[in-house]
């Protein structure tokens, strides 16, 4: 009788930890994602304005992308990474005509499933959900044209 909760049967405490910080990213990116939709042109129509629109720091996910390009054999331009991330998300509610709150909780909800499943990238000792890592290279393929169009 009494406490249980430290039974032998409870999770390993690398899963607990990872679990904490993951669910602290997912909490961080819910919350700054509606501070980026000010930014968000409605005008634009293509979804890598879109999502690239969603980045509040683009350059600290130009950083993680470019950290991720290095292990990764992905595309590198941002049509085919956001055409990726796009498929991605239909499952979740996408559609290419759908609002930026549309494509904001279809992407949270596809990053919780990469969570859920495992499905995670390290980058920098950190865990991020393969979608997010995607969304990072986006931003870094972004950042990178533009050194080039500056040149």
Known sequence: MGDTSHDKHEPHPAISRRNILILGGVALVTAALPLAFPRFEPDSHTLVDAL???????????????????????????????????????????????????????????????????????????????????LCALAASLADEGKHDAA
Request: overall charge positive; cysteine-free.
């Open 52 to 134: 690239a629109g969603l980045l509040v720091d683009r350059d600290a996910a130009a950083r993680l992308g470019r950290e991720w390009r290095l292990k990764s054999t992905g595309a590198r331009e941002p049509r085919v990474i956001a055409a990726s991330i796009g498929k991605r998300l239909v499952p979740y509610g996408w559609r290419k005509d759908g609002t930026p709150d549309e494509l904001r909780t279809a992407l949270l909800a596809r990053i919780r499933h990469d969570f859920e499943v495992s499905d995670m990238v390290g980058i920098s000792g950190w865990q991020l959900a393969r979608t997010s890592a995607e």
